[in-house]
Nanobody, 117 residues
Framework: QVQPVESGGGLVQPGESLTLSCVAS????????MGWYRQAPGKEREKVAS???????DYADNVRGRFTISRDNAKNTVFLQMNNLKPEDTGVYLC???????????WGQGTQVTVSS
């Protein structure tokens, strides 16, 4: 069982930055695809960014160029650096741990990000 734990959310003004962290226990972290998803009120959950075991990254169109995902396998941690935040970035940000080979798909509880003036 893997329990991702997110941190780093908060209330910021438009144009400011935040860095989210997600720690996921277990020896398979370095082989896992890690993703950040966003759940806004009244909207479907959307994938914001992902990083695979080879450090290949992918971003949603509406965050590309502003967000950067990275990982530190020595610390079992994935990060999401968010710059130039906009009100539409508001939501609960959830971390996903995925190892399809072993049918492992785990979610964290989420961390709230609110962008408002």
């Amino acid at each position: 069982q893997v329990q991702p734990v997110e941190s780093g959310g908060g209330l910021v003004q438009p144009g400011e930055s935040l860095t989210l962290s997600c720690v996921a226990s277990g020896r398979l972290f370095s082989t896992a695809a890690m993703g950040w998803y966003r759940q806004a009120p009244g909207k479907e959950r959307e994938k914001v960014a992902s990083i695979n075991a080879l450090n290949g990254t992918d971003y949603a169109d509406n965050v590309r160029g502003r967000f950067t995902i990275s990982r530190d396998n020595a610390k079992n941690t994935v990060f999401l650096q968010m710059n130039n935040l906009k009100p539409e970035d508001t939501g609960v940000y959830l971390c996903n741990f995925l190892v399809p080979l072993f049918r492992m798909n785990y979610w964290g509880q989420g961390t709230q990000v609110t962008v408002s003036s």
